[in-house]
C-alpha cells in the first residue's frame, strides 16, 4: 500500500509558476501510474495530468503549461505548473494506481491535497 503526500500549493499571482509534489511512502511510485486532479470551490473534482510507465496525459486547459515529471530518487512525482491562471486555483490531489489503462480514472490511493490560489 502506498501513502501519498502532496506539497506545493500556496498563494501566486496570475503567470507565475509553482511545483506541486507527490511524495510516497510505503512503495515505489515506479510500480504505479500517478495521477494529478483538482477541485475548484463549488466544482466537481477533475482531472488534470496523469503518468503511466510509458506515457503522459495532460487536460486540454493545462496543456503547454504543467508538465509532469518523475522523480525516482526521491520517490515523488512533481506537478511543474507555469503561467498560472486564477482558474487554476483549486486543490490539488495526486493519486496512484497499479495500471496504466484509462489514466483519467480508476485510482484507488489519494493524498489529502494542497491548495493553490491564483490571484489575478
Known amino acids: 500500500q502506498v501513502n501519498l503526500v502532496e506539497s506545493g500549493g500556496r498563494v501566486v499571482q496570475a503567470g507565475d509558476s509553482l511545483t506541486l509534489t507527490c511524495d510516497a511512502n510505503g512503495d515505489t511510485l515506479r510500480r504505479y501510474s500517478i495521477g494529478w486532479f483538482r477541485q475548484a470551490p463549488g466544482k466537481d473534482r477533475e482531472f488534470v495530468a496523469a503518468?503511466?510507465?510509458?506515457?503522459?496525459v495532460y487536460e486540454d486547459s493545462v496543456k503547454g503549461r504543467f508538465t509532469l515529471s518523475r522523480d525516482n530518487d526521491k520517490n515523488a512525482v512533481h506537478l511543474q505548473m507555469n503561467n498560472v491562471i486564477p482558474e487554476d486555483t483549486a486543490i490539488y490531489y495526486c493519486?496512484?494506481?497499479?495500471?496504466?489503462?484509462?489514466?483519467?480514472?480508476?485510482?484507488?490511493?489519494w493524498g489529502k491535497g494542497t491548495l493553490v490560489t491564483v490571484s489575478s
Open positions: 493519486a496512484a494506481k497499479q495500471d496504466s489503462y484509462d489514466l483519467r480514472s480508476g485510482y484507488g490511493y
Open positions: 503518468i503511466s510507465w510509458i506515457t503522459t
